[in-house]
């Protein structure tokens, strides 16, 4: 039986406002979680609202603080990371920029050089018009952080997983560093997802995560998590109550309904994504194959090791010998899509020195570890067999375009 109808009082247009609003009590477990669109909650008394927003009582006050859904997404990102608390804002950007400006006090930020270049973009930023100190060097190592760490430094932050080289990060090595020389570490779990991997026990002070990418997983959101020790949450929701960004309840939903697939899509897309790795290194026109998975990766008995055995991640990238070629194979792709992103179900080829590392020159690409000719691919979770026919079609492509070279 349906539970008793809500009874408004009043008139016409008093019943239609009032009435729209009410809830049912519901004390039952629903199959999916509640899309909670309130951008505002009523107190039962005047006195409440003054107590919630100091924090003496649990509530809610208002959309942009937060939001039943995200609450929900809170408790479910934390748990997955091992750690005590997590937060959402309104994209892993958001994220990155809340935690470590919630870390870094008035000290300078370390951060990897092998950097997401939207990260860089925003650190750059922050460093031009905030004051921010940056400085950038190799951090995948302990010896490599030892030499760029100084007492100025009070946050390091490092990528899991380098993109588009692959380079794999020393977490736990890197983290009692940090620990050793009482610095925060703020670690981007975004390729590897918490299913691989999960820093927040390995020793890092915050985890942050595109949740856009893996944790959302089907390409219809932007979102991004923190998760830590309730202290560092509670500062950074503070900040995010003040500078504005949490996330809203429909994208916090779809990140739940997104997670509750993560382990299946993760071990699917990293299984496909070996196949793939596998079918290009044993071709001689895509040289080096870069992927955690391959035994000659640099850091294969380490990924092994951090990522517990479930997998390698679903991000890969190989040389052809030219742009041209590079170009040919991505156009010639149907059934990669040609486009940024990653971690979710469908994959994607793209094109990085003229799309996401466009700004850089030969050196710079270099230094990033990639080239003119290199590719990456995000690995989703078709047929394996549909996946390794377009890279055929692809490397047949970038033979004509590529004429004598190849
Ligand atoms: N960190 C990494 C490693 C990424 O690849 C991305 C986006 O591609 C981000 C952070 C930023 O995430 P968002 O686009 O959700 O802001």
Redesign the pocket.
């Known amino acids: 039986m349906e539970p008793s109808l809500p009874r408004p009082m009043g008139g016409f247009a008093t019943r239609a406002v009032t009435g729209a609003v009410t809830v049912p009590e519901v004390h039952q477990h629903p199959s999916s979680a509640g899309i909670w669109l309130a951008s505002t909650w009523g107190a039962d008394r005047s006195a409440d609202i003054g107590e919630l927003l100091l924090d003496e009582r649990e509530g809610y006050v208002y959309g942009r603080y937060d939001n039943p859904t995200a609450t929900t997404l809170h408790g479910v990102v934390a748990s997955l990371n091992g750690a005590p608390a997590a937060w959402s804002l309104a994209?892993?950007?958001?994220?990155?920029h809340a935690t470590l400006d919630v870390l870094r006090g008035h000290g300078r930020v370390l951060a990897t050089s092998r950097?997401?270049g939207?990260?860089f973009a925003l650190l750059d930023r922050l460093r031009r018009n905030a004051g921010w100190q940056v400085d950038h060097a190799p951090l995948s190592t302990a010896d490599e952080l030892g030499l760029a760490l100084t007492e100025e430094h009070t946050v390091v932050h490092v990528?899991t997983v380098a993109?588009p080289s692959t380079h794999v990060t020393d977490l736990a090595a890197i983290a009692s560093v940090c620990r050793e020389r009482g610095v925060a570490l703020v670690v981007?779990n975004?390729?590897a997802s918490p299913y691989l991997c999960r820093p927040y026990e390995l020793g890092a002070t915050a985890v942050?995560?595109?949740?856009?990418?893996f944790l959302g997983g089907h390409g219809d959101v932007?979102?991004?998590v923190v998760v830590g020790d309730a202290d560092l949450v509670e500062r950074v929701r503070r900040h995010t109550y003040e500078l504005g960004g949490s996330l809203g309840a429909f994208e916090a939903w779809l990140v739940l309904r997104g997670v509750q697939t993560l382990a299946l899509r993760v071990r699917q897309a990293s299984a496909n994504a070996l196949t793939v790795a596998r079918a290009l290194d044993g071709d001689h026109r895509a040289q080096p194959v870069r992927y955690p998975g391959l035994v000659h990766h640099e850091q294969y008995a380490l990924a092994t090791t951090m990522f517990g055995g479930r997998g390698y991640g679903a991000l890969l990238s190989f040389d052809l010998p030219t742009r041209a070629g590079a170009e040919a194979f991505a156009d010639a792709c149907e059934v990669f899509v040609r486009a940024?992103?990653?971690g979710g179900t469908h994959s994607l080829v793209l094109h990085p020195a003229s799309t996401s590392h466009r700004q850089l020159d030969p050196a710079g690409l270099a230094a990033a570890g990639l080239g003119a000719g290199t590719v990456r691919l995000s690995v989703g979770i078709e047929d394996p067999d549909d996946l390794v026919a377009d890279l055929d079609r692809g490397l047949a492509a970038a033979d004509v375009a590529q004429g004598d070279v190849a």
Do not use: H, P, Q, R
């Open positions: 994209s892993g950007t958001a994220a990155i950097i997401y939207g990260t990528e993109n981007d975004t390729f942050v995560e595109s949740a856009t990418k932007v979102a991004g940024s992103s990653l």
